[in-house]
């Protein structure tokens, strides 16, 4: 039987102060602005909920709205994302900021990207904690990155294997071993 190992690898003290300097950058670039927080379930929860507070102790008024997609390649559905559920809020003439725990290959965000715009955002930025820019299959990049890392398969922080390991509060690198 398989046995799961997990390797101690971003700490919750590196994790508060990367959310604590992406929230000092996008509070620069939306100074006096209302800003709406996209949180894209389920991984982005915590990371969510941390920087709605990191920005608000930068006077960033937020409002926060949620959506559940998942993409998936087939014959029929190649390029599409399914909308599990759909934001409350109109989008339309906003500040939107994507929120997301980790961009992989990047084809979930792309078709985010595509479907949102034709809401007609004011403006649409993507912040993600955690970037595997060597799995990329597209040139998606976002506007806010936190860390940078290898490709790895990381959990915790709202991270899941198998929708278990998001409470860990730090994040660890998961292997599986005989
Ligand atoms: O760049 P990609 O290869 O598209 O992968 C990134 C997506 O994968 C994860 O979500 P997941 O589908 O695992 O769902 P979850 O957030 O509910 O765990 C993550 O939260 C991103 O949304
Ligand atoms: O490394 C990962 N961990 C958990 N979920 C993920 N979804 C894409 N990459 C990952």
Redesign the pocket.
């Known amino acids: 039987m398989k046995s799961r190992r997990i390797e101690p690898f971003i700490d919750e003290a590196t994790i508060a102060d990367t959310v604590e300097q992406l929230a000092a950058r996008i509070a620069e670039d939306f100074a006096g602005e209302p800003l709406l927080l996209l949180c894209?379930?389920?991984?982005?929860f915590i990371f969510t909920a941390d920087l709605a507070r990191a920005l608000a102790r930068h006077q960033i008024e937020v409002e926060v709205d949620f959506m559940?997609?998942?993409?998936y390649e087939g014959e029929e559905s190649s390029g599409t994302v399914k909308v599990e559920f759909d934001m409350e809020r109109s989008i339309f003439q906003r500040n939107v900021l994507i929120v997301?725990?980790?961009?992989?290959?990047?084809?979930?965000?792309e078709h985010l990207l595509r479907l949102l715009q034709t809401r007609q955002p004011r403006e649409l930025r993507l912040c993600c904690l955690l970037d595997k820019p060597s799995?990329r299959i597209n040139g998606l990049n976002a506007h806010y990155v936190g860390i940078t890392i290898d490709d790895l398969f990381v959990v915790g922080y709202g991270?899941?294997y198998m929708h278990k390991l998001r409470e860990l509060p730090h994040i660890g690198i998961m292997s599986t071993e005989e």
């Open positions: 894209i379930l389920s991984g982005s559940k997609v998942s993409s997301e725990d980790i961009i992989d290959t990047g084809r979930t965000l799995r991270l899941d």
